[in-house]
């Protein structure tokens, strides 16, 4: 990358050492003078309707200051609950799973908060809980909620025989003719796919503290969230604000995978600090995070394949049903549009999706929503298939690959891509390294792919007067994202990296920002970053070019200096520009603007290759090795992709051996880390990362996506080595020990 | 202030001596909880399972705190001494190598660094790591009330899940391991869902003790963990291989006997069938394993 | 009660039945060390006492009179970064940071006792700690460099 002087170098974080000191800020270590503590009433039924719930003894309790339920909730007013999208369901006329929220109580004190909940009395009529998502799609199925209707929630439906249904949301893509693809094939593969639901594992539970104005007009929050801007919106319409009127203040997130969009705290220490004018902490245990802070959806995924002997894939029929859980809103069926199947070339197709609702945690976004699940099926039936044709995994998948030009499932054409490029590179890596020997050893091949998203978002960038830069933004960092867009600020205007400070704003202060979720920050964030950048530049260049005698053209940028091209005697430094601007005779402070939206995105795609041996004697697996190779299109700083790449992986390897939840009666059972497994350091293996840099043509530097490409392929690549190690097909998940004895012993048979 | 958390309703003490501790014990009975380590205790008071009003630390009290070899007692390990503490004194890897094994694998480094083997065993999980290699060592337990001082066999030491001998007045004050003889090998092995820090799916001890001039063994423990409502010893199986030299046919049997002797329980680490299948394997693995040890080629 | 932490003294007016944890964060202000799971399964707790580190979410404050604490706050001396936190920052091995503290502390004290380990010892070694966002790699070549750095 000789091409640039600080993007594309391994840079550590500028957050790093704030972080390795135990000084950054998270949500928690907020503390505030007077702050007042309160604590979550929970359902214990997964059904139920609400007859009556009595707080008076809560509140009579020495310390408690407020009980509020969901009748004292501004924004509830004229909704259905149906409708409050990510913000906290105070069970309204009755709960949909177990551990929903049905009262908040604040003291002055955590242990009296505490004290206080279980004074609260709710009388309850238990109802049959909805358990498994094929039961819940039959028509017979009473419906969870009696006026939700497929595709029509927040509208009543336009056919007057339509009936309510458990199926939020249904989604039916395709093209070309199905009967005759399948006719052409030579041979047809139909097998059917379970994921199960797991959680994002963030280290950092949530927590939130709000406190309001003295007139209880006007609300600041700390809280970890996704978006600040995004939840700004959603507190001010949960308070029936207007969104200036709340202020979100960023603080540092322990994690976040997409399962800290939605808010279940912030919102409820936001009305109680209106309420009793102090100001309100609270946080979830662990144990609360894994009963109510929301996981990713179990999956039923079918798929038909027909494939010639040739290998050419002629036409697909699938299926995709989500468990949604016990709430409709964050559907899955949506982002099943754009990245299922995408990667390949295939004729006829057929997509159908279903986000369906039962009465268990409702769901949430984890990193490539929808994908993980749908490529457990896909990359699992490619396989199959290539075994079926006696073909290389990776040459199936290089037969069937889609370029440039090509239409996708959805119907978009295809912009400039990398699939065959990365595929290409990793098998030429798989050349370098020996082939896997041994009766209980297998290599695993998948691919991911993940169409990314794009966002909307400002930035302002301040050329200050000791000739350093500051940019501003609103943007809230999960992956990196501060320094990142610091070292694009350092490349445009020729700075070392110590020379620019990056601020995330509050939301009275910074521009918008879109939340950071998608993959999307960087991505399309460094678009508003450079464009600010360059104007803030031709600023310095009119400032610069009288003084130096020179036309605007010939202007330059290097070394904390406006330099005339050529003619290095002829230079001035940023600081004297941007002070001289400052006098009666200038211009006044040079503060660049960038804003950008509606950027097409950047679709990528990550291949895996990993090496397992399997003990059949106890079913345990060991990693031998794992690589991933991924189109990032360009990496602003190869360090933090790779970190990127590695913690997907690890995610993906927990979600396939060892992580679930156990459901009794839709009721959370394994609700401690003792229990929920995520992988220590001694389950993973060290992880090769490849960068595959195929430009694209949208982004800055030609930038592609890259949080979440690389776990979409994990599930699948390890089900694929357990089979070539064992023999044992996986078709649900977890593989646990356990499940591959029993393989092992009927395969065996 | 008011950030801060009461895990439950109790006054701290930590008395000076023995004499002192088992005075409170006498007067507070199964209101008072004994404090070592902690890593059982105060997650057990957290989790509402444990309601005690008084803790009394006995970290200060020498007794609990004695980490002692000699050939004739052989290993003395007080009651409140960190596994840690135990895995770092060269004697154990030197001479105690299956308990060193089962010390290792309990929780993490930071767990060793506070949780005690008298804890491990007090606490009396069914899948107690340190129980099953104590009970192939042949361990014993001093117990000390205000009235008397008596000597179990740790192999009569455990009565149910959390459950020992110990009455409510009685204070574990410390594990004695005899001197392993010459001519003995022994290993734990376990097996768990993720590599470290679990709770076992179960777990199997196997010690060989030959005769003195022959490969043949002389005593035979096998003590299993997780796969009944205490730790236990699969006696059966024990007396299959004493006598005879081993083979391959011999361990198989004792493997499976030793299965038949485990009363597993399905919950959400394993199934009872699955656990059955674990024991087996691992019982054959250590039964190898120590014959490898003593240099003695098993037969077919 | 008094107890000492990062070299300095403080009295404690919380009662017996509350966390080190608790005390640190809350009553000392202390929020490095951090709570993830409050079951000693995580690691995010993570603080030295006497040298050796522990889940402080596991101890009492009371047990800790009259011993050395140290918190993640306390391990750089006089504004010099210890070995550990530098080669974290170089090697990418902080993300989000949750667990930067605890797994610091950790990797601090197994070095202290295993200066020169094998990859497989090092995993082995922060087991205790659970990291979600790097996959642990950059994490241990961090330590393995420090501990390169200091054979000989």
Known sequence: MAKYSVVGKRVPRIDALSKVTGSAIYSGDISLPGMLHAKIARSPYAHALIKRIDISKALALDGVKAVITADDIPGYKNRSPLLLVEMPHLAQDKVTYESQPVAVVAAISKDIAEKAVGLIKVEYEELPPVLDVLESMKPDTPPIYPNLYTNFISRPPTDVNARPSNIAYHMSVGRGDLDAGFKEADFVLENTFQTQPVHHGYLEPFAAVAKANVDGSKVTVWTQTQGVFSARGMIAEFLGLPATHVNMVPVEIGGAFGGKSFLPLAPLCALLAIKTRQPVRMEMSREEVLKDARPAPGSVNTIKMGVTRQGKITAVSARFIYDAGGFPEMSHTMFVRGNTFAQYKIPNINIEAYDVLTNKIPVTYYRAPSTPQSHFAIESQMDLAAKELGMDPIQFRLLNTAVEGDTAPSGEILPKVGYKETLEKMADYLKTKRSIKGANRGRGIASGFWHGAAGSWGAYVNVNIDGTVTLVIGVTDVSGSRTSVAQIVAEEFGLPMESVSVVVGDTDTAPWASPSVGSQTIYSLSHAVYRACQDAKEQLKRLAAPRLGVDISVIEFAGGHAVAKGDPQKSIPLAALARSSLGFRGEGPVVGRGSIAGLPPAPSIAVHAVDVEVDKETGKVKILSYVVAQDIGLAINPLSVEGQMQGAVAQGIGWALMEGYVFDQGKVQNTSFLDYRLPTAADIPMIDTILVEVNSTTGIYGLRHVGEPPIVGTLAALANAIHNATGVRFKSLPMTPEAILKGIQQVKK | MTSVSSIGQFSYCKPGSLQETLKIMAEKGAGARILAGGTDLILQIKQKQKSPSLVVDVKGIGELNRLEYTEALGLCIGAAVPLSKILSFPIVSEKYSMLYQACSVIGSMQIRNRGSLGGNICNAAPSADSAPALLCLGAKVIIASGKKTRIVNLDDFFVGPGITRLEHDELLIEIEIPNPPKQSAGCYLRHTTREEMDISVAGVAAYIELFPELKVPKEVRIAMSAVASTPLRAHSAEALLVDRPITEKTIEQAAQTTVDETKPISDVRASAEYRREIVKVLTKRALRKDCEMLGIDIQG | ?152
């Open chain 3, 1 to 152: 009660m008094r107890i000492r932490v990062n070299s300095k003294e403080y009295d404690i007016a919380s009662g017996p039945a509350t966390t080190l944890l608790d005390v640190l964060r809350y009553e000392l202000g202390l929020t490095g060390t951090k709570e993830g799971c409050s079951t000693g399964s995580c690691g995010s707790c993570t603080v030295l006492i006497d040298h050796k580190a522990v889940n402080s979410c596991l101890v009492i404050a009371a047990e800790v009179e009259g011993k050395d604490i140290v918190t993640i706050e306390g391990l750089a001396q006089d504004g010099i970064l210890h070995p550990l936190q530098q080669a974290f920052m170089d090697a990418g091995a902080v993300q989000c940071g949750f667990c930067t503290p605890g797994i610091i502390l950790a990797a601090k004290a197994f070095l202290d006792s295993n200066p020169h380990p094998t990859e497989s010892e090092i995993r082995q070694g922060i087991s205790g700690n659970l990291c979600r966002c790097t996959g642990y790699d950059k994490i241990v070549r961090a330590i393995m460099s420090v501990s390169r750095s200091q054979r000989g």
